[in-house]
């Protein structure tokens, strides 16, 4: 297969020894799943070895051993499951929690670029903490400015629980100044976007906590 040279910068590469050391596998069985399509490869060595993305096949390998444990799949059933699973992986879990449904389109329209994101959306204090503890989100785009219970609240809220202790909030506002700035901080948001948003400082400031996987 021809492979992007820009794409093998990105990745991990090693040869079959080396996962079949890790996961503690027969490299006669890497070769077996590479043979049906199961594993994918991303050129060769110069010695004509192949090479294989570090972390994606063990995760592969990983989900591979779940399935054949179950011993109930045909081979197209397991390249169909396993496709699913990695894609799974790869997908993020986002909460936008703005009362201005126009704010929300926006944020989902600039997120929705990238097909790695399953977004939810809320649109009070209220419905956002009911929502993250049934979705339990990656990120949280929080505007801080909301009726009912505030955003400040709702941040630190979460902050005290312990389910999303590792959840990146972002704040938003139209108020911006170092008043709420400091606010914002001390509430236990780990960024902050100021209105009007623009797409360019929003995927920035995602990045920035959120790098791609």
């Not at 704040?171 to 780990?190: S, V």
Request: proline residues 4%; glycine residues 8%; neutral net charge.
């Amino acid at each position: 297969m021809t492979v992007d040279p820009k794409d093998k910068k990105k990745r991990n590469l090693v040869k079959i020894g080396k996962i079949a050391e890790e996961i503690g596998v027969l490299p006669s069985t890497i070769r077996y799943y590479t043979n049906l399509g199961l594993l994918k490869t991303y050129g060769r060595t110069q010695g004509g070895f192949r090479l294989y993305d570090y972390e994606e096949t063990l995760h592969r390998l990983k989900i591979l051993k779940q399935l054949e444990d179950e011993k109930r799949y045909t081979l197209d059933e397991i390249k169909g499951k396993l496709d699913e699973c990695v894609l799974q992986a790869k997908q993020r879990k986002v909460l936008i929690v703005d009362d201005d449904p126009d704010v929300r389109d926006l944020i989902q329209s600039v997120l929705s670029s990238d097909p790695g994101w399953i977004i939810r959306t809320a649109g009070d204090g209220f419905e956002a903490g009911k929502l993250a503890i049934d979705f339990l989100p990656e990120l949280i785009i929080l505007d801080i400015v909301l009726p009912g219970m505030d955003g400040f609240k709702v941040c630190a809220d979460l902050r005290k629980d312990e389910r999303f202790k590792s959840t990146v909030i972002i704040a938003i506002t139209g108020y911006d100044t170092q008043e709420h700035r400091d606010r914002i901080a001390a509430a236990g948001a780990d960024g902050f976007v100021a209105k009007p948003i623009t797409p360019n400082a929003l995927r920035e400031c995602v990045a920035k906590f959120l790098p791609q996987k």
